[in-house]
């Protein structure tokens, strides 16, 4: 299924989403907007930029952190989470 722009439900990891979001295979290959390859976990993308200390704070618009991560894949809730004080160490 697919989930709206910038969003997030329990499948998003594994099925399409429309923007900025990741399909199993994005994390070994180029996706388009604000997304990242490979490398990204090192060094800062474009749009929704990665660290590699993000990694697990997976950012599509804005920032969620992991604790919301889980809620999110635990409730399959679709929504926008957004962490506007998030700071790269």
Do not use: C, N
């Not at 290959?29 to 930029?49: E, F, K, L, N």
């Not at 950012?59 to 999110?72: I, K, M, R, Y």
């Amino acid at each position: 299924m697919h989930s709206v722009v910038g969003s997030h439900t329990r499948d998003v990891y594994d099925m399409p989403s429309v923007v900025g979001s990741y399909t199993r295979d994005v994390y070994d290959m180029h996706s388009v907007v604000g997304s990242h390859t490979r490398d990204v976990y090192d060094m800062p993308s474009v749009v929704g930029a990665h660290t590699r200390d993000v990694y697990d704070m997976h950012s599509v618009v804005g920032f969620h952190t992991w604790e919301l991560h889980q809620w999110v894949r635990e409730k399959g809730i679709v929504g926008i989470l957004i962490v506007t004080d998030f700071m790269y160490e």
